[in-house]
């Protein structure tokens, strides 16, 4: 059973940027995904990558300011987060897809305990 581990959130103005991190304990040789849950909101897809770092699929909501990356000879994969909007505020997950479509919470295994991102106005 693979273990994930996010970390790189934090506080940040409006127009700023992160780089969010997730650590796996060993190698996954899937797609993995990001997903985000604000306060009393459904937890929402963000981004996905596939194992060959071939493929990428993105929410509207962060398309053309987030970018999904993976080095899979470190089991790390990455969320660098661009532009940043006070909606963008909440708790970010990763996760290992197990099936469906990738924007699918559903179809996710293995998530971390996440990390909190806080966009200010």
């Known amino acids: 059973q693979v273990q994930l581990a996010e970390s790189g959130g934090g506080l940040v103005q409006a127009g700023g940027s992160l780089r969010l991190s997730c650590a796996a304990s060993r190698r996954t040789f899937s797609t993995m995904g990001w997903f985000r849950q604000a306060p009393g909101k459904e937890r929402e897809f963000v981004a996905a990558i596939s194992w060959s770092d071939i493929s990428t699929y993105y929410a509207d909501s962060v398309k053309g300011r987030f970018t999904v990356s993976r080095d899979n000879a470190k089991n790390t994969l990455y969320l660098q987060m661009n532009s940043l909007k006070p909606e963008d505020t909440a708790v970010y997950y990763c996760?290992?897809?197990?099936?469906?479509?990738?924007?699918?919470?559903?179809?996710?295994?293995?998530w971390g305990q996440g990390t909190q991102v806080t966009v200010s106005s």
């Open positions: 996760a290992v897809h197990t099936m469906g479509t990738w924007d699918n919470t559903n179809g996710y295994k293995n």
